[in-house]
């Protein structure tokens, strides 16, 4: 009826008012959390599908805002790339991520990759290719020791640009992981020439393969594709033992997931899995 749908209309304009006064808030307490220290790394573990063997971290953002309280990368991510703050917020976490990775790797195999997200405004910001640069050197970590995670969306920006960065970090030992492959765009051809290492499969398709016929087909045919391409294949999400046998069958290589381990400071991480060393 009528009175119901202004009913509607009123708690969904209410609703609207809430997320503009929350976003406002949000945008202008993210400014001074940089300075405030309410930004810290957590680090998901990623392990080889056969014998759940560490091979990799990836670099989570968090925020424990002193005015929200925890506030999810889902919420403040965005908000970041629309106000162009995950400039200087993404300076913060390859220096962040670089300098707890080079304090803890003495407590892990060597080979062990630092995986760190990279945003599509980050590249557009002419220095990234220099800021890393100086971040392997300052922080003394081979450049095969890390691997940037990107999305299709970042290589579609600015084609020619993304691939010079690419090629130029890819000389110096960085790998490239196509992070979400398969939620946006998904054009095959625009991967091609691309200096691609790894490839991981958004964890949307993981969740069902239990269930779903279609997405079991779609995981073995990301996973096949990636390995006729000579990638790495990784699944995101993996929750559950069933997802894993799945995966295993499946040929998939590593995975990051609940079922291992949820993403923890580095402290935790060494108490976990690290060797003892003497100091
Ligand atoms: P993402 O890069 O796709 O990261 C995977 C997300 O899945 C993470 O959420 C992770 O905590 C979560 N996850 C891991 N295992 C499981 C699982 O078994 N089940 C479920 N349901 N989820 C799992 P998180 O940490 O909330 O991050 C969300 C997104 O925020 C990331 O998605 C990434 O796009 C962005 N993000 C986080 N940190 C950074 C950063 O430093 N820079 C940039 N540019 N983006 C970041
Ligand atoms: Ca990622
Ligand atoms: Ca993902
Ligand atoms: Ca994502």
């Known amino acids: 009826s009528k009175s119901s749908g202004r009913g509607r209309y009123h708690l969904f304009s209410g609703d609207l008012h809430v997320d503009f006064q929350r976003r406002t808030n949000l945008e202008r307490a993210m400014r001074?959390?940089?300075?405030?220290?309410?930004?810290?790394?957590?680090?998901?573990?990623?392990v080889s599908v056969a014998d759940q063997r560490l091979v990799g971290i990836e670099a989570l953002l968090r925020w424990q805002s002193a005015e929200f309280g925890m506030v999810g990368p889902d919420e403040f991510i965005p908000l970041a790339e629309e106000t162009g703050f995950i400039v200087?917020?993404?300076?913060?976490?390859?220096?962040?991520?670089?300098?707890?990775?080079?304090?803890?790797?003495?407590?892990?195999?060597?080979?062990?990759?630092?995986?760190?997200?990279?945003?599509?405004?980050?590249?557009?910001?002419?220095?990234?290719?220099?800021?890393?640069?100086?971040?392997l050197m300052t922080y003394d970590v081979p450049g095969k020791n890390l691997e940037l995670e990107i999305t299709e969306t970042f290589i579609i920006r600015d084609r020619a640009q993304c691939e010079a960065f690419m090629r130029s970090m890819s000389r110096v030992g960085v790998g490239f992981s196509l992070d979400d492959f398969g939620t946006g765009y998904s054009n095959l051809a625009s991967l091609k020439n691309l200096p691609l290492t790894t490839l991981k499969i958004d964890k949307t398709f993981v969740s069902d393969i239990e269930l779903d016929q279609d997405d079991r087909t779609l995981v073995n045919t990301v996973i096949q594709l990636g390995h006729n391409l000579?990638?790495?294949?990784?699944?995101?999400?993996?929750?559950?033992?069933?997802?894993?046998?799945?995966?295993?069958?499946?040929?998939?290589?590593?995975?990051?997931g609940y079922l291992f381990s949820p993403a923890v400071r580095m402290a935790d991480l060494i108490e976990s899995y690290g060797k003892k060393v003497a100091h």
């Open 32 to 46: 001074g959390a940089l300075s405030n220290n309410e930004f810290y790394l957590a680090y998901q573990p990623k």
């Open 230 to 256: 000579g990638l790495i294949v990784i699944a995101e999400g993996v929750e559950t033992s069933g997802q894993h046998s799945f995966l295993h069958q499946a040929g998939c290589d590593e995975y990051q």
């Open 88 to 135: 200087q917020l993404g300076l913060w976490v390859m220096n962040e991520a670089f300098r707890e990775f080079s304090e803890a790797r003495l407590h892990f195999d060597p080979d062990l990759r630092l995986s760190i997200n990279l945003s599509p405004r980050q590249i557009q910001h002419s220095d990234l290719e220099n800021d890393i640069r100086d971040a």
